[in-house]
């Protein structure tokens, strides 16, 4: 009873799924319009993966940390990734908290490094 219309791994009866839990396994991380979406490109015979998508602009991979890899990450659908695209996500996000960090403690350092100043700031030494 296997439609063609719908892949294989989506029938409740195919080995490779997990029964404990509904959509385990290779469903787990992609939402049922990437499923659609993959599952199409592969019936017509092109390769799995959007290849459009990284030709729209600065991959993530590439794009240095700061303020635009910020809110291209904060404004990115996850859903709507595929594994490899929600791969390159994280990794995107990982060197954002790492740059992130790196301010953090130069601005630590900054603090402690400059000499305290007396009660009354400024006016109390005249």
């Given at each position: 009873?296997?439609n063609?219309?719908?892949?294989?791994?989506l029938?409740?009866?195919?080995?490779g799924?997990?029964?404990?839990e509904?959509?385990?396994?290779v469903l787990?991380?992609?939402?049922?319009?990437?499923?659609d979406?993959?599952?199409?490109?592969l019936?017509a015979?092109?390769p799995?993966e959007?290849?459009?998508?990284?030709?729209?602009?600065m991959?993530l991979?590439?794009?240095?940390p700061?303020?635009?890899?910020?809110?291209?990450?904060?404004?990115?659908?996850?859903?709507?990734l595929?594994?490899?695209?929600?791969?390159?996500?994280?990794r995107a996000?990982q060197?954002?908290?790492?740059?992130?960090e790196?301010?953090?403690?130069?601005a630590?350092?900054?603090?402690?490094?400059?000499?305290?100043?007396?009660p009354?700031g400024?006016a109390?030494?005249a």
């Amino acid at each position: 009873m296997n439609n063609a219309s719908e892949p294989a791994f989506l029938n409740p009866e195919y080995p490779g799924r997990d029964r404990r839990e509904p959509g385990a396994g290779v469903l787990k991380a992609m939402s049922p319009g990437v499923v659609d979406f993959l599952f199409r490109r592969l019936v017509a015979g092109e390769p799995a993966e959007d290849l459009q998508w990284g030709e729209e602009g600065m991959a993530l991979e590439v794009q240095p940390p700061g303020a635009e890899l910020a809110r291209r990450l904060s404004e990115t659908d996850l859903d709507a990734l595929t594994p490899a695209e929600l791969f390159h996500y994280v990794r995107a996000a990982q060197r954002l908290a790492a740059w992130a960090e790196s301010l953090r403690e130069a601005a630590v350092g900054r603090y402690c490094s400059a000499p305290p100043t007396p009660p009354g700031g400024a006016a109390a030494q005249a």
